[in-house]
């Protein structure tokens, strides 16, 4: 059960767009289409961004968008804003019959 | 408005045992897989155990398989976690996590934590 592997730490200027990859397995991101995307504020609870690659829940800006290419989930944020700063998390399911999550990654928007 | 709230928190001491309790409301709690996620202080988010909407499924992470173990009460709305053996590398805010209809398609709402501390 190794954790995801995702950069820990990107930034931005606003406007721009950045891309967080998140890196598994066969056996996990690459096997099947259940990975999720989380925000994660500080003394906060995480919020779903994305779910099964590329789907957004009601109520998230159109801004986020999820896509996979082999081991490899990615999530892209366009129109960087303020308050966009903060961690992100990736999750997959796997063939252990588990979830597992990345390590994260924190975003700075210069 | 999905809302879940833990209790059960506090601190503990190595080899001792503490029970967790997530009370869920604003959906229908027994068409859900349910979960439960921890978070070390300044760490990431890791995987702890899931729980299946009727409850005859489990499942759990390594390193808690043989320590903890989940339930639930579809008659009262409530998830638990009892967790036993405690080490103070389990010291972690706990969140209690709904899952969709399959628990492996991932969780989409979150409770604001508990936070556990094993120590002497």
Redesign the interface.
Known sequence: ?S?LTQPASVSGSPGQSITISCTGTSSDIGG?N?V?W?Q?HPG?????MI??VSNR?SGVSDRFSGSKSGNTASLTISGLQAEDETDY?C?S?TSS????????TKLTVL | EVHLLESGGGLVQPGGSLSLSCAASGFTFSSYAMNWVRQAPGKGLEWVSAISNVGLATYYADSVKGRFTISRDNSKNTLNLQMNSLRAEDTAIYYCAKGKVWFGDGIDYWGQGTLVTVSS
């Open positions: 059960q954790a099947y259940y999720s989380f994660q906060k609870a995480p919020k779903l779910f099964d829940p998390y999750s399911y019959g588990t979830l597992v999550f990345g390590g994260g």
